[in-house]
Every structure is written in C-alpha cells, then in structure tokens.
C-alpha cells in the first residue's frame, strides 16, 4: 500500500466550494453519532467564516459578570464573533450592550477594556455618546448640520442581553430563544459556581493569545477529562491530587442545546469555606447542596465557548477550591484568545481569598501547569488539522470512546448522565449540536 499525500481522493478542495457545496460536505463529512470528526473544521478559513455567521451571529454569547460593572458608568468591552461591544452600567442604572461602533462613519468608538466613564467620545470626529448609548453631542451641531441631524435617532445600537446568576449573556438574533430557554437544564449546575453564595470576580480578567482552534476548548471542557491521566500526569507526581487516575471518577453529563460538563467526586474533603457552610444551604437546593459539599471538581462547557471550572487541590495543608470562567474567544480559524476570570465568595476570609486565588494561578493561570500542558495539546493539533487539507484532507480525528456505555438514571441532577468521565459522549453531543448550528439554513 502506498501512502499519497498529494491525492487528495474523493475529497474536493475546499476553496473551490460554494457555501452550499460547503454546507453539503460538511453533512456528508462530519459524523458524530459514529465518532467521526474531520481535521479540516479545526482550522479552514471557510468553516470559521460559516461559524462567525451561523454561530456567533446567532447564538447567546457570555460577555461580563455582573460584579464587573458594580457603579453606574462602569464599562468593559468585550466581543460577539468579530465584533466589539461595550457593557455599561448605564446612569439610568440598567445594563446596556451596546454595538461599539459610532454611528457617524463607523469608528470604533472605546478602545479601552474597562473604566468608568459617563460618556464615550468618539477619537475620529467627537461625537459624544452616553453610556446608555444615547448620542449625547455633536461638535458644531448647527453649524454643519443646521436642524436636519436627528440625534435620538443615532444612538449606538443595544443588543439584546439578558442574564443569569450575575452572568451576562447578548445576541445578535432577535429570534433567538430567551435566554432562560436557551441555558435550559444546564442552570443547575451553574448555580454551583454563581449562586451558591454571593461570589465577585477578582479584578480585570487575565487574556492570552494560544494558536488553536476555539473548538478544541470546548471540546476539552465538555468532554475530555480523560487526558488529565497524561497531559497533566506532572500534577499527580508532585502529590497535589492523590493518584493519577483522579479525573476518572464522577460523571459525564449533558444538558442540550451543546452544553454539558464532567463532574468529579466524591471529594473525602471539604473544598469550600466552611463558615460559610449556611449560606450555601440556604441559596442551593438540598440536591445541589448535596453535589457541593462532595464536589472535587466541576468543568462546565457553555455552547459556544464558554468554560466554567471548580477545581481543588491540596495546598497549604488543606483541601482549596477555585473557581474560575473562561472564554475561547475565537481571533482568526487558528487562534483563540483565552480570557479568564476568578471569583470567590464575596464574603469568605480574606485568607481563604488569597489560597483560592493562588491555587487558581498555579494550576490554570496564564502560567499554570495545567494551562501550559493544554496549549501545546491545542496548538499542535491546529497545526496538524492544516496539514491534513493541504495534504490529504482525508483525515478524521476519532471520537468513539464510551460508545458502548449507557446513561444512568440515578443522578441527582438533570441532564444525560454518564457514570465515569472518561468518555467521548459529550464531544459527539457537542459536534451533533455545531453541525446543526452551521449547516442550518
Ligand atoms: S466616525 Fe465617529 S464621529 Fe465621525
Ligand atoms: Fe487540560
């Protein structure tokens, strides 16, 4: 048998299709009930270009938590696909999203991350719009214009936004379901992170650019905890968790609509601040307090890109959660920009605080360990998904592990869940809800 990488077989090129042919390949190509998934989604220009339209201008995206923009006039700017917005804390005290495009000639209008601002002036010509978004002045108004610019009709756009449990979500789509619907069972276990105590981020989020395709985030959130036992085997051999096999136990479960997460326990300790043991019993149910106080770990992949981890470790002589959220923002088909908050129990020690945080900074910082051993994973496999198009498009990436596994009807919580993380079930669900998203008329 000869091995050819210039034949490129029944595969045609890419570049050569319509969107139509495209749409069309891609529903004859990836197969993920069967675990087939083909190396070119991870990195073709034409299938990001699909995604940037079917995905990010479609879905609910997650920009900001509430405790972000506390005061009225405080801002972040954040993206939706390829396009910038800016969160406010309006002066009339809502939350405006608001398109960061200045209505005039489509200058960018804030160019900072965050601050505190009542009004924004755009750098080009100086139209000044408040932080409702409102277009507040125009310089030489009469002058230039006489009495023909209707200002109440160039406020910035608002785009929808909704939120839940302090997390604030916006779309493009006026059709999109609510917000509410579209989370759907996957609230639940959000709780455990956002409402299970009055929690605040802990400063500006951390960003960092990596070479890899933003769905290899996802995927890994939503499905992989089998590679902890490899990439991160360094965690066990320096005695933070007890074996290297610690990934294994809890369950796979998955929510809809490309949502779902890896559950780790039980934990024979206590990860969390017990003086605060009360409140916690008084925001959760007694299901999901009974999750919480044996939760080891907890890695939540909200469709598109969004990542939510608990995770804890022994330091310092006792058992230390954090808890941190993330975004695979996608910068390009190979590039993501990872931007990643901390938050803690607002009302926990100071102490404790600081442990948390630490724990964050070592395992999943930007210099974590665990961090590192990923990107290099992602990256490389970006690099290889290139190759296989230019060379032999042929190639598929397997994703059959744990076909031969059923659900179990006895978990707590709601979702499809799997006994044993170890399984690829969440990744074929995730696939099955992406192909259906960009191959949608
Ligand atoms: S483009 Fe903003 S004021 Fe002209
Ligand atoms: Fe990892």
Known sequence: MTLSIIDTGKFPRLEDM??????????????????????????????????????????????????????????????????????????????????????????????????????????????????TGDLAGVPFQKEVYGDTLDKSKMGLKEIRHDEY??????????????????????????????????????????????????????????SDSYHTLVSHGSIAKLGLVPSGDYSKYGYQIYTGNGHGLNLGMPNPHFAFPEELTEEYKERLSPEQWGVLEKLKNMIVCVSPHMMILISSMDFKGKQVSNTSFR????????????????????????EWKELSNQTNSLTFGASGIFEQDDSENWTDITQNSKGAYHLQENTFFNYTQGMHKKPVDDFVGPGIAYENKFNEANARAFFRNWLDQVTAE
């Open 165 to 222: 449990a302090g997390l604030i979500f916006a779309t493009f789509n006026e059709e999109a379901v609510p917000l509410d619907e579209y989370l759907g069972d996957i609230k639940w276990y959000l709780d455990l992170a956002f409402n299970r105590a009055e929690m605040e981020v802990q400063g500006p989020p951390m960003k960092w650019v990596v070479n890899a395709s933003w769905k290899l985030g996802s995927d890994n959130t939503i």
């Open 18 to 131: 319509t969107k139509s042919e495209l749409i069309q390949h891609l529903k004859e190509t990836v197969k993920p009930e069967e675990g087939i998934i083909p190396a070119y989604i991870f990195s073709h220009p034409k299938v990001y270009e699909l995604e940037m339209e079917k995905i990010f201008l479609k879905s609910w995206l997650f920009l900001a938590h509430k405790s972000e923009i506390p005061n009225k006039g405080d801002f972040v700017t954040r993206q939706m696909g390829e396009h910038s917005v800016i969160v406010t804390h309006g002066s009339d005290g809502d939350i405006h999203v608001l398109l960061n495009v200045c209505t005039h000639r489509g200058m960018k209008l804030c160019r900072m991350d965050h601050g505190n601002e009542k009004s924004f002036v755009c750098p080009y010509h100086g139209f000044n719009f408040k932080n």
């Open 327 to 350: 975004l695979w923002q996608p910068k390009g088909p190979d590039k993501i920009e990872i931007t990643q908050w901390q938050i803690v129990e607002k009302n926990a020690t100071k």
